[in-house]
């Protein structure tokens, strides 16, 4: 069992935008502003898409944003493409001793 | 651009050490925070521990009886061992690059199926 709750998966057709969620705790998600996502297509290392709650990196399309409140991260994509389908998974850094804790993934469709 | 490259047995017995070399490429090792990942087969992600240049260490408090991490700066590389392995650990392990200590992991190795069977 994961230590951030995601969503199992999300669907969305061309163009429409989705949103996923990632819930924690005071401990993880809502103590800090240190959540990231990533993006994994199967058989493939994650990319970093968001860190720091809402910041792309480098290359990241503008597609992508990230957003939180309280103990809740949201992950955003807006004009849907194909390209978009794969898991996501969200990442905090924790208070406790474990330092950062993952969700279990979300995995996206476009229809 | 930083370039992470797993290396070390594909196939390890159940009771004895799975070790790991993670070696960097593109950049320097130094100033930089470095972690092992790992994603049993079918499942999500989870964090083993991390790595200073300098030599410190953080573990995930359900390794870390089990665990043990090392940085070679002269040949840019980090290593994982993992004692007394079961099936359970039978995962694809990456090595990442933090950006920065708690923001993320920005750079990825491409990673390595280690299974655990006798």
């Known amino acids: 069992q994961s230590a951030l709750t995601q969503p199992a998966s999300v669907s969305g057709s061309p163009g429409q935008s989705i949103t996923m969620f990632c819930t924690g705790t005071?401990?993880?998600?809502?103590?800090?502003?240190?959540v990231s996502w990533y993006q994994q297509h199967p058989g493939k290392a994650p990319k970093l898409m968001i860190y720091?709650?809402?910041k792309r990196p480098s290359g990241v399309s503008n597609r992508f944003s990230g957003s939180k409140s309280g103990n809740t991260a949201s992950l955003t994509i807006s004009g849907l493409q194909a390209e978009d389908e794969a898991d996501y998974y969200c990442?905090?850094?924790?208070?406790?001793?474990?330092?950062?804790?993952f969700g279990g993934g979300t995995n996206l469709t476009v229809l | 651009q930083v370039q992470l490259q797993e290396s070390g047995p594909g196939l390890v017995k159940p009771s004895e050490t799975l070790s790991l070399t993670c070696t960097v490429s593109g950049g320097s090792i130094s100033s930089y925070y470095w972690s092992w990942i790992r994603q049993p087969p079918g499942k999500g992600l989870e964090w083993i521990g991390y790595i200073y240049y300098s030599g410190s260490t953080n573990y995930n408090p359900s390794l870390r009886s089990r665990v043990t991490m090392s940085v070679d700066t002269s040949k840019n590389q980090f290593s994982l061992n993992l004692r007394s392995v079961t099936a359970a650990d039978t995962a694809v392990y990456y090595c990442?690059?933090?950006?920065?200590?708690?923001?993320?992991?920005?750079?990825w190795g491409q990673g390595t199926l280690v299974t655990v069977s006798s």
């Open positions: 990442a690059r933090h950006r920065g200590r708690s923001s993320g992991f920005d750079f």
């Open positions: 720091e709650v809402s």
């Open positions: 005071s401990s993880d998600v809502g103590s800090y502003n240190l």
């Open positions: 990442c905090s850094y924790a208070v406790t001793n474990t330092f950062v804790v």
